[in-house]
């Protein structure tokens, strides 16, 4: 059954949810992790978002992540692949709240080093952010029940963004 998209208003409280999460995903990987980012819009102070936490954890090498997927299954994740096949494999926790989806990947992986770079430029960008939450807001009741579409056309914006970030940083 699809799940509903829903976008709710900032929460002060992800901040602490993310700590949390950190700590349970540095109990459960242990030595594999190098960091563990809060990305996606949870992660953007003010920014309306789905009531999900989104949580990169870089680990040491590409070899670990067989061996940190287990670690996670075993601790109640769902897998849900490499669905781009970009080296990057999710997983969500469903019974906590917020829900924790959190994403393996190894040191210098595109895709995380672009979360991070989106996440940063909406934190100083308030304009961008704004228009940002008023995209995915528009994108949620065009597309309730359908999550795959909601996110595959949010890209171009994000891509937008990340751009205009690369180039502020030459």
């Not at 102070?45 to 090498?61: I, Q, Y």
């Not at 590409?62 to 670690?71: F, N, Y």
């Not at 595959?152 to 180039?167: G, L, N, T």
Request: charged content about 25%; aromatic content about 10%.
């Amino acid at each position: 059954m699809p799940t509903l998209v829903e976008i709710v208003p900032y929460d002060p409280k992800w901040v602490d949810d993310f700590s949390t999460a950190e700590i349970l995903l540095r109990n459960i990987l242990g030595g594999y992790v190098v960091a563990v980012e809060h990305v996606g819009s949870t992660a953007v102070p003010g920014l309306a978002a789905k009531p999900v936490l989104d949580v990169d954890v870089v680990l040491s090498s590409l070899g670990d992540i067989a061996e940190a997927s287990a670690a996670l299954i075993g601790a109640g994740f769902e897998a849900r692949g490499n669905r781009y096949d970009d080296d990057v494999w999710a997983f969500l926790l469903k019974c906590s709240l917020p829900q924790i989806r959190a994403y393996l990947c190894s040191p210098f992986n595109r895709t995380h080093e672009r979360r991070i770079l989106f996440r940063n430029y909406l934190r100083q960008h308030n304009d961008t952010a704004l228009k940002y939450s008023n995209l995915k807001r528009r994108l949620a009741d065009h597309f309730p029940y359908d999550g795959d579409s909601y996110t595959s056309e949010k890209s171009a914006f994000i891509s937008e963004v990340v751009y205009v970030a690369q180039r502020g940083m030459e």
